[in-house]
């Protein structure tokens, strides 16, 4: 035995590494068997590994590393996942909740440490900085169950940065006195440097962002441009006085906005984050404590009973009570409570920087007993709160389906079909369908590559196979499935319309014509033919920048479109495409129009931000020109001829466009038609309708002739 002993702990980096990911791997497998956290297991297996348990690992300095990371990331994702606009909406309950979350553990726990404990003032009050403060250990199960966007959670994880700050104010005051600083000149000093540090943050990161994701597209570097914010936030932070996870949060709301939550860039942050850092820092949490001291007697398991049970009771009441002020169910308050009840790495911190401090009569200010019962007291807070969490979260789930929202997934025959041509081009047709797909649905989209006929066939079919393996690695990334098809046709437009067919979609995604070297008409020399055979519902995109980019979205809308049957269609679509942007919308139409748009946003996406401007008139179009900016997408909801709501104005919208929308991001739609199918041939609507009719040709002409 003894000669086997003389090889733990293990210290070869290689060997660590490996068997932290063995932990990673079976943890879940077999807390999933025992139907237990997976959490708690990665915490546990901490436990076992550490020192205090069997001594397989020694924590070296990649625990440290790895767990700094872990416990950052999971600030800045639970940061970048929050609804913006909920937040906002939110802002006062969220304060409440702050405020409660941290008076009232913070009350119970320093009248608990001076008469329970026997502890100084400075000592009690350091320990109610420790409890009314929290880490929020339980958030991957949040976005495991997809509940990242519920008001509980907003609340949550707002209040936990609320209830963090005051504590490392408070924190930084003790240490402040204990030092004879604690003068007007030091918090005139700290509120400077703290109005600095968030004032610099939201006017530099926004700019950054903006610029860096704009030129480059490549995803390892858009990672690495993320986490570099991320760090820097975080080491000004700590520049400041504050602890760095203050900063990562921070650049987390801040940068919330130009990473959509429905992005290939959001899925590896998340991955990456779920699959290394946060389980790292789990462990390495487990790893510092010592469940031998519970066996030893003495008066460790008074104070960890006292610890565990007032921190945990005053995060409870303030759950509860703000669930009840706010008039929420009582599983919202459930949720409430499970989030903000684990202590983690905070804890840990702010005791070490206790230990530094001395007591009057020379002593530390925070003895072994104090320091071992608050980290006992994170291994029970953590299994607390992820056993409450993940209850709450079924609940809540199962609260929902008992109350279904008006929009029936079931029945939505949701199927986008987005045929790709141009390399360049494919990657944001693709991210544009993303952004509008249904998350619920959880339904693939469908790539087409059309090629001619003609002696190039197979070159061009070996290039449209290369073109779709890479959008189908591009969607993967976005966790989105995707079917592929390249086709060879004699027409492009038929091999469009045979496969929308052939594939049962609902509608088209698709690039509008940019290469006037291969035909100088606006609808190029497909186009028109497309809208003019299918029924259904048309989305034509001209992108100029990365979609995360974009500021606004500005929509015109023609009179009598509220009559089209797909007029919910392709607002859904914006809507959808707005919220997971968290841009602002703009509607522009008649006052009856825009009266229903509102109704539908405001029961259907209250979070989206729309605004609404009268247009009475189609011929008010081209002053919109001015209010389009580089960074907003213009949509023209236009209609097909003989439709409810079309104009003979919409005859001369290629013109306007390319006079005074040229080089801006554009949007046309043509929404659903239904009645006798269009891709018919008839001799009352052709298949094919040519851009501009033989009369005008001919008036045009005389018109030459005679001005001549």
């Excluded at 402040?176 to 530099?204: D, E, P, Q, R, Y």
């Excluded at 202590?343 to 925070?366: D, E, R, W, Y």
């Excluded at 942007?581 to 539908?600: M, P, S, V, Y």
Aim: charged fraction near 15%.
């Amino acid at each position: 035995m003894s000669g086997i002993l003389q090889y733990f702990p293990i210290t070869d980096p290689t060997l660590i590494f490996l068997v932290v990911l063995l932990i990673i791997l079976f943890a879940p497998i077999i807390m999933g068997k025992l139907r237990i956290p997976h959490i708690i297991g990665m915490v546990i297996a901490g436990v076992l590994v550490g020192k205090y348990g069997l001594n397989i690992l020694q924590r070296d300095a990649s625990f440290e590393l790895f767990g700094r990371v872990g416990l950052y990331y999971i600030m800045f994702l639970a940061a970048l996942e929050m609804d913006m606009e909920g937040l906002k909406k939110n802002k006062y309950r969220m304060l409440l909740f702050g405020l409660l979350t941290f008076l009232i553990p913070f009350t119970l726990t320093y009248f608990m440490g001076l008469d329970m404990l026997g502890y100084s003032i400075t000592a009690s009050l350091l320990l109610a900085c420790v409890m009314s403060s929290n880490t929020l250990i339980a958030y991957p199960i949040i976005g495991k169950y997809g509940l990242q966007r519920k008001p509980s959670v907003i609340l949550s994880v707002g209040s936990t940065m609320i209830s963090l700050f005051i504590a490392l104010v408070v924190l930084a005051a003790i240490v402040a006195s204990n030092k004879g600083n604690s003068s007007v000149g030091f918090w005139l000093l700290f509120a400077l440097k703290f109005t600095a540090f968030c004032a610099g943050l939201i006017w530099l990161i926004p700019r950054l962002a903006r610029w860096f994701l704009h030129r480059y597209s490549d995803a390892v570097m858009q990672f690495i441009f993320v986490l570099a914010i991320l760090f820097m936030s975080a080491s000004f932070s700590e520049a400041v006085g504050l602890e760095g996870i203050f900063g990562a949060f921070l650049s987390g709301l801040i940068l919330n906005r130009y990473i959509p939550h429905l992005s290939p860039l959001m899925n590896r942050i998340e991955f990456i984050g779920n699959a290394l850092f946060i389980p790292y820092f789990l462990i390495g949490v487990g790893m510092l404590i010592n469940v031998q001291l519970l066996f030893q007697g003495g008066d460790i398991i008074w104070i960890v009973f006292c610890i565990v049970l007032f921190g945990t009771l005053g995060k409870a009441i303030a759950a509860y009570v703000a669930s009840i002020t706010m008039k929420m169910p009582l599983s919202s308050g459930h949720m409430m409570f499970g989030l903000t009840s684990a202590h983690a790495a905070g804890a840990i911190a702010i005791v070490m920087v206790g230990m530094k401090m001395m007591s009057p009569n020379g002593q530390p200010l925070v003895n072994d007993e104090m320091l071992n019962g608050v980290v006992i007291m994170i291994l029970f807070t953590c299994i607390i709160s992820t056993l409450v969490t993940d209850h709450s979260a079924q609940r809540i789930i199962l609260r929902d389906k008992e109350f279904p929202s008006e929009s029936n997934t079931e029945s939505d025959d949701e199927r986008m079909l987005i045929p790709v041509k141009y390399p360049e081009y494919a990657e944001r047709l693709i991210n544009l369908a993303i952004l509008m797909k249904n998350e619920k649905l959880n339904r693939g989209l469908i790539a087409l590559n059309v090629i001619y006929d003609d002696v190039d066939m197979r070159k061009n079919q070996a290039s449209g196979r290369q073109l779709l393996d890479k959008v189908t690695q591009y969607a993967a990334a976005a966790d989105v499935q995707m079917q592929t098809q390249v086709r060879v046709a004699a027409n492009i437009a038929n091999g469009i319309k045979h496969a929308f067919k052939e594939f049962q979609a609902s509608e088209i995604v698709i690039g509008l014509h940019m290469h006037f070297n291969v035909s100088t008409k606006f609808w190029g020399e497909f186009h028109q033919s497309l809208f003019n055979g299918l029924n259904r519902q048309i989305i034509m995109a001209r992108i100029h920048q990365p979609l995360n980019t974009l500021r606004r979205i500005q929509v015109a809308v023609p009179s009598r479109a509220q009559y089209e049957p797909g007029f919910y269609r392709w607002l859904e679509r914006l809507a959808r495409m707005a919220g997971n942007l968290e841009c602002r919308i703009q509607f522009h139409g008649r006052k009856d129009t825009l009266a229903l748009i509102n109704e539908f946003i405001r029961n259907r996406h209250s979070e989206v931000r729309a605004e609404y401007c009268s247009m009475e008139h189609w011929n008010g179009l081209p002053k919109l020109a001015t209010s389009i900016h580089d960074d907003h997408m213009f949509v023209v909801v236009t209609a097909r001829k003989g439709t409810v709501s079309y104009k003979t104005a919409l005859e001369h919208l290629p013109e306007e466009l390319t006079h005074y929308f040229s080089g801006k991001n554009l949007m046309i739609i043509f929404p659903d038609q239904y009645g006798s199918s269009m891709d018919e041939m008839t001799f009352a609507q052709p298949q094919h309708t040519e851009e501009r009719s033989a009369y005008e040709i001919l008036s045009e002409w005389i018109h030459r002739k005679l001005h001549r």
